[in-house]
T-cell receptor
């Protein structure tokens, strides 16, 4: 099993550009989530999904869109990037009824 | 407003010493308290976790102490080793394990 994979590892965007951060898991986990990690702030939940077709907002959802068309994939979209979205983004998944979240390796995004 | 407050921000401990990291929360709806360990360039990984009906949980050199009335919990690392040098995050979980709130992190450096 590859676990949770994220692409790209690094990305530089200009203000106003759009992009999609990819996340996939091969563990058949129903629950998937996106976090951003900023110095001194820990990890903050952006959006999460409890299954295909079901998504909900976390702590800091503004500026980000998600959809979940398959169990395996949970992409995060930035429609118009802003410098405040410069961060490290982590995707995670969890088995339904389980408590342990498995994190991907992260995507480091810089918006200039 | 951060839901979980973590201290200290950084910690230097000699090899063989005890590392102690503290967290506090306000929301009594939280019902699961995990600790995560993160090495540079990697995603966080679950280290140990506790439910609020238990005051202490020990796994090897790692112990969580939980004080429900004070709404505080702490991680103790006994016989700290250089390999324990990492960033540690506490978290509090609610909403049927759908929402994880992380502390701001503690960077631990164990000196040989």
């Amino acid at each position: 099993n590859a676990g949770v994979t994220q692409t790209p590892k690094f990305q530089v965007l200009k203000t106003g550009q759009s992009m999609t951060l990819q996340c996939a898991q091969d563990m058949n986990h129903e629950y998937m989530s996106w976090y951003r990690q900023d110095p001194g702030m820990g990890l903050r939940l952006i959006h999460y999904s409890v299954g295909a077709g079901i998504t909900d907002q976390g702590e800091v959802p503004n500026g980000y869109n998600v959809s979940r068309s398959t169990t395996e994939d949970f992409p995060l979209r930035l429609l118009s990037a802003a410098p405040s979205q410069t961060s490290v983004y982590f995707c995670a998944s969890r088995q339904t009824g389980g408590r342990e979240q498995y994190f991907g390796p992260g995507t480091r995004l810089t918006v200039t | 407003q951060q839901q979980v407050k973590q201290s200290p921000q950084s910690l230097i401990v000699q090899k063989g010493g005890i590392s102690i990291i503290n967290c506090a929360y306000e929301n009594t709806a939280f019902d699961y308290f995990p600790w995560y360990q993160q090495f540079p360039g990697k995603g966080p990984a679950l280290l140990i976790a506790i439910r609020p009906d238990v005051s202490e949980k020990k796994e090897g050199r790692f112990t969580i102490s939980f004080n429900k009335s004070a709404k505080q919990f702490s991680l103790h690392i006994m016989d700290s080793q250089p390999g324990d040098s990492a960033t540690y995050f506490c978290a509090a979980v609610s909403d049927n394990f759908n929402k994880f709130y992380f502390g701001s992190g503690t960077k631990l450096n164990v000196k040989p």
